[in-house]
């Protein structure tokens, strides 16, 4: 768990509570899954109909965005969350092939491991952003070269899973094995996102020096810490 106060404190209500709520947690990633199961379930019912599989992705995606603003979500998350089934859904429609539906992830899987990857060598890791951005950082994380390694060395881990995803499912999708395709979705969203997320929490524990304060509290040379900074620090690395 992530505990301390930052420098300007965030309400409880506001306080991410560890780097699964940083990142978007259980949630976010179970809802994702359930558009393609419904197409699928949709596509098989009806006899292999896309037209159907589509109907049933889009319900369900409304649903889940219906039901992601009411329990205080992003509405930007909400919102692009469901514009990535209305283009799966548009996708399918136009070729008539049901594993087109997940052509869509296929690609932003593809283009989030060379983002992430990219974002690592030009020393911008897209963790230490997610989290500093979070945390209301700005870009004062990447000031304190211990957090920039650390966010630079966890964030391959994350460069993996999307790899990981692209060696499964582009296999499948040239096979046209939907099912297959549906079971991957499910099977390497949260489960993956889970590991990933205590991998790499992992790995910027260990990176950062001994008395370190923490993510919430950045090291900048020259600059003086915070009064509170090394009792915090040792809270956080509990």
């Known amino acids: 768990m992530v505990t301390g106060t930052s420098e300007r404190e965030p309400t409880a209500a506001q306080r991410p509570e560890s780097l699964a709520d940083l990142l978007g947690g259980r949630q976010g990633a179970i809802d994702a899954t359930l558009p393609p199961v419904a197409f699928t379930l949709g596509w098989l019912v009806a006899g292999q109909s896309v037209r159907v599989g589509v109907a049933a992705a889009l319900v369900t995606g409304a649903v889940v965005a219906a039901w ?88 391959w881990v994350w ?26 979705r499910v099977g390497m969203t949260w489960p993956l996102v889970a590991a990933a997320l205590a991998v790499s929490w992992a790995v910027v524990r260990r990176s950062l020096p001994a008395g370190h304060p923490g993510l919430r509290h950045p090291v900048v040379p020259g600059a003086e810490p915070a009064p509170d900074a090394e009792t915090n620090g040792k809270e956080s690395a509990q």
Not at 88 to 101: I, S
Not at 161 to 173: D, E, G, K, Q, S
């Open 68 to 155: 992601r603003l009411r329990r205080g979500d992003r509405p930007r998350s909400v919102v692009i969350g469901l514009l990535a089934v209305c283009v799966a859904a548009l996708v399918v429609v136009r070729t008539g092939r049901a594993e087109d539906f997940f052509l869509v992830q296929l690609l932003a899987n593809a283009a989030s491991a060379l983002a992430w990857a990219a974002s690592i060598v030009l020393r911008w890791p897209l963790l230490g952003v997610v989290v500093g951005t979070a945390l209301g950082q700005r870009g004062r994380w990447r000031r304190d070269p211990a957090l920039l390694r650390a966010y630079g060395r966890a964030s």
């Open 159 to 184: 460069t993996a899973t999307y790899v990981l995803r692209l060696a499964v499912f582009l296999p499948l999708y040239l096979g046209g094995q939907v099912l297959a395709l549906a079971a991957a």
